[in-house]
């Protein structure tokens, strides 16, 4: 018997149970569903609801509505999206995606820096003294300089990938932080202070490797 839904929301519970007869391979990859009327009864759904159920998993790419053609399976599970996908990761995880992004970003910013990308630079530095005790100044003022770092890369996918970590990362850090503070602050602000210099000086290997350094000790605290 064809499972029917139960409970509100509607659209939400059709479009689980078109996912899940889906999965199930009664419509594989390629074939096209059933009529909006039959499917609607099949569903115990008005043909709107249904219709917004459709909506739903053609937005996770899993439906494809064809004008005139009618609506096909294009995929038959969800590919969990790149938000979710970072909630889950581990900020080991994170850090070591950070590693391969930030270590490439310093080489291309000292290879393609500006004056007034070392004048950011700096200043970012030095906000980093100066900002606030809580770990959350202290994080948001890191996060600041980082992304400096990758902005004067000059490519815009490095950039789009870093500021996608910048909320787990800046999270994780905060709580880190609050458990965990900073053995040596001189220190930290010292590698970053080599990292600036390095990209002033338009020295690309030492840019990545003072990045690289870095994030692989910050991943070592976190083990």
Do not use: C, Y
């Amino acid at each position: 018997m064809a499972q029917t839904v139960q409970r509100h929301p509607l659209a939400a519970q059709a479009a689980e149970v078109l996912l899940s007869r889906i999965k199930a391979g009664e419509w594989p990859l390629g074939h096209k569903l059933p009529g909006e009327t039959t499917l609607a009864v099949q569903l115990g759904v008005g043909r709107s609801t249904l219709r917004e159920a459709i909506r739903e998993l053609a937005g996770k790419g899993v439906l494809d509505p064809r004008q005139g053609a009618g609506v096909f399976v294009t995929a038959v599970d969800v590919v969990e999206d790149w938000e979710s996908k970072l909630r889950r990761a581990s900020i080991v995880s994170v850090i070591e995606a950070r590693v391969a992004i930030e270590a490439e970003a310093a080489a291309l910013a000292a290879q393609r820096r500006t004056p007034a990308d070392v004048r950011a630079l700096r200043r970012a530095l030095a906000q980093r003294v100066v900002a606030g005790q809580t770990p959350e100044e202290h994080v948001d003022a890191d996060m600041v300089l980082h992304r400096a770092v990758v902005t004067a890369a000059r490519n815009d996918v490095l950039l789009e990938l870093f500021d996608g970590f910048v909320p787990r990362v800046r999270t994780a850090m905060i709580d880190m932080l609050k458990l965990k503070p900073v053995a040596s602050p001189e220190t930290d602000q010292a590698a970053h202070a080599a990292l600036v210099q390095a990209i002033a000086d338009r020295q690309p290997r030492e840019a990545a490797e003072t990045s690289r350094t870095h994030l692989s000790a910050l991943k070592a605290a976190l083990g």
